[in-house]
């Protein structure tokens, strides 16, 4: 895997990967990676990309890992990023998947970018805050109202929970232990030093995702796949649900019994989806 810093509006670094095969005949597909994560691309699919030849390409969001600081930045924001990354890579057309706040944004992708985007792999994506008929909150952990609420608030009320001393609390299961003692245990290998460079990355994925995203997935024209655990409880099932209502091109699947870690044992199968659309 390559690894470059890439220039970008604002006078900003971003840091990206990027499989490049030597053949240079796989589609790239742009991974938008989890919060609080690095964006490095996701080590237990590599296998699977390989046989559907799929090119991965990836990058820190803003504040994570060797990426600058943006404060302000939206949904809509990163899908520029991500354009920009893509521009310097030499890649025209691409394919977007992302998981939890990175599902979301592979989604502002797809509707900004428009046809430049071929198709969406979103695994446990959060709404709009405030979304119509929404219940936004209904379900969710109570670490999950704590910082998603302060979010709300604005950045600064965020920051202030982040230096009391919050904690924030998964409330994993055993289910979810399991599946970190398998190959999705690279999930910790890229949330514990998603931080080092400072708590704005979560921070301000956490504002993004309760502000103005700068973009609607109405708008979105590519094809969609939205995969949800029924139990997630860190973004609850009914955020999928009410995107793939407000998506045109979307299919959505509920996973039965899923959390919003399980999830990922999945993300092969959407894949393939992805994959076939291509």
């Known amino acids: ?6 220039q970008v509006s604002g006078g900003r670094t971003l840091h990206v990967y990027d499989t490049a095969p030597e053949d240079g005949e796989r589609v790239p597909i742009m991974w938008q990676h989890g919060t609080p994560n690095l964006g490095s691309p996701p080590e237990p699919l590599f296998a699977a990309a390989d046989r559907l030849g799929l090119r991965w390409v990836s990058f820190d969001r803003p504040g994570y890992g060797g990426s600058d600081v943006a404060p302000g930045r939206t949904i809509a924001s990163i899908a520029d990023d991500a354009a920009a990354v893509a521009d310097a890579l030499g890649i025209g057309r ?12 592979a989604l502002g992708c797809a509707a900004v970018l428009g046809d430049r985007v071929r198709a969406v792999l979103s695994l446990a994506a959060i709404a709009p805050y405030g979304a119509d008929g929404l219940d936004w909150f209904a379900g969710m952990i109570p670490s999950g109202v704590a910082a998603l609420g302060t979010a709300a608030a604005g950045r600064e009320v965020r920051a202030a929970l982040e230096a009391s001393g919050f904690a924030y609390d998964c409330e994993f299961t055993q289910a979810d232990l399991a599946v970190f003692e398998g190959p999705w245990g690279w999930l910790g290998k890229v949330s514990e030093p998603a931080l080092a460079a400072g708590p704005y990355g979560q921070i301000d994925d956490d504002v993004s995702c309760t502000h103005d995203w700068g973009c609607d997935p109405a708008d979105i024209s590519a094809p ?18 009410w995107l793939a209502a407000r ?13 919003h870690f399980t999830i990922v044992t999945r993300a092969e199968e959407g894949l393939e989806w992805l994959r076939r659309r291509l």
Do not use: K, N, Q
Not at 1 to 6: A, C, K, S
Not at 97 to 104: I, L, T
Not at 247 to 259: N, T, V, W, Y
């Open 1 to 6: 895997m390559i690894e470059l810093d890439v």
């Open 224 to 241: 969609v796949l939205l995969m949800h655990g029924t139990d997630d409880r860190v973004i609850p099932a009914a955020h999928g649900s």
């Open 94 to 105: 691409f394919a977007v998947a992302g998981y939890s706040g990175g599902g979301s944004c």
């Open 247 to 259: 998506c045109p091109a979307a299919e959505l699947r509920l996973i039965p019994g899923d959390s």
